[in-house]
């Protein structure tokens, strides 16, 4: 089976910087994704890390060790925009399509 | 280029009914997973369709349907609604079974009372 574990939430102020960790337990492993929920709203994606490194985009940096089960967000330059539930996401070696959600992580961006 | 649509958006069923919902696919994708998500946690997956088979299934009951037509659009079904079934019902779009990215529409939110 498959563990996915996040802070449930997290607070920080408008442009500073917040780093989400994932930790993850899989019988195998075919990639790591981050999504983005604001509520009442679809999840839209973020970011997809198959290697060990970081990955950047924009004011977005996700990371990933495989030997670990480790992976973080990091947000930077904070905006209020970015309050909303961040959902880390394991595909399986064994299940091309299915992603193995985390509960997200609520974070909060205060003025 | 339209995203994933899902229909209807808002929907409430009596306990022990049934309900279909339906998903129209990104343009250029061919294959749909549905997903089951309970508030303030993250989606669970139901099952996944490509080329019109349910490939994939996640531990959801028999009640839990699905068929996917020519156009790549698809549908869940559930019959014999509890009021457990309460939740936001997302459909996600990629090419391919092992697509990188995977586009979610705006969700389903069904009530059962």
């Known amino acids: 089976g498959q563990n996915i574990d996040q802070p449930t939430e997290m607070t920080a102020t408008e442009g500073a910087i917040v780093q989400i960790n994932c930790t993850y337990q899989t019988s195998g492993f075919n990639g790591l994704f981050w999504y983005q929920q604001h509520a009442g709203e679809a999840p839209t994606f973020l970011s997809y890390?198959?290697?060990?490194g970081l990955e950047e985009k924009g004011r977005f940096s996700s990371f990933l060790s495989r030997s670990k089960g480790y992976s973080y967000l990091l947000l930077k330059e904070l905006q209020m925009k970015d309050s909303a539930s961040y959902l880390c996401?394991?595909?399986?070696?064994?299940?091309?399509?299915?992603?193995?959600f985390g509960a997200g992580t609520q974070v909060v961006v205060t003025p | 280029d339209a995203g994933v649509t899902q229909s209807p958006t808002h929907l409430i069923k009596t306990r022990g009914q049934q309900v279909t919902l339906r998903c129209s696919p990104k343009?250029?994708?061919?294959?749909v997973s549905w997903y089951q998500q309970a508030l303030g946690q993250g989606p669970q997956f139901i099952f996944q369709y490509y080329e019109e088979e349910e490939r994939q299934r996640g531990n959801f009951p028999d009640r839990f349907s699905g068929h996917q037509f020519p156009n790549y659009s698809s549908e869940l079904n559930v019959n014999a609604l509890l009021l457990g079934d309460s939740a936001l019902y997302l459909c996600?779009?990629?090419f391919g079974q092992g697509g990188a990215e995977a586009f979610f529409g705006q969700g389903t939110r069904l009530t059962v009372v």
């Open positions: 996401a394991v595909r399986g070696a064994d299940s091309w399509g299915k992603l193995q």
């Open positions: 996600a779009s990629s």
């Open positions: 343009s250029g994708h061919d294959t």
């Open positions: 890390n198959v290697l060990d």
